[in-house]
Nanobody, 120 residues
């Protein structure tokens, strides 16, 4: 599975951005997709994730609950991350992730990352 992110950029604190991640290739076996982020000098952390199970409740990091919303368009094999009320501490490279099974083997794929910078 190949993942391509878009939508990052520079925004002032309190502003909004929407990230997109399009999956291609063997998308049939995808189990879950999500967003991670990595700030300079810090470990990569989960931001939000959603599984392929219909009606599944998305999982969010506590730091983004109530501000970020993950959504999925299964027909387009695309997920989105709507980020509102952005804070300077949200500044990071955001990575799209997908995992699943292909021919019985587990895989995990990453996008190239998109920079989000929030100025104070």
């Amino acid at each position: 599975v190949q993942l391509v992110e878009s939508g990052g950029g520079l925004v002032q604190a309190g502003g909004s951005l929407r990230l997109s991640c399009a999956a291609s290739g063997n998308t049939f076996g995808i189990n879950a997709m999500g967003w991670y982020r990595q700030a300079p000098g810090k470990q990569r952390e989960l931001v939000a994730a959603v599984t392929s199970v219909g009606g599944a409740v998305p999982n969010y990091a506590n730091s983004v609950k109530g501000r970020f919303t993950i959504s999925r368009d299964s027909a387009k094999n695309t997920i989105y991350l709507q980020m509102n009320s952005l804070k300077p501490e949200d500044t990071a490279v955001y990575y799209c992730n997908a995992d699943g099974y292909y021919r019985g083997s587990y895989y995990r794929s990453w996008g190239q990352g998109t920079q989000v910078t929030v100025s104070s």
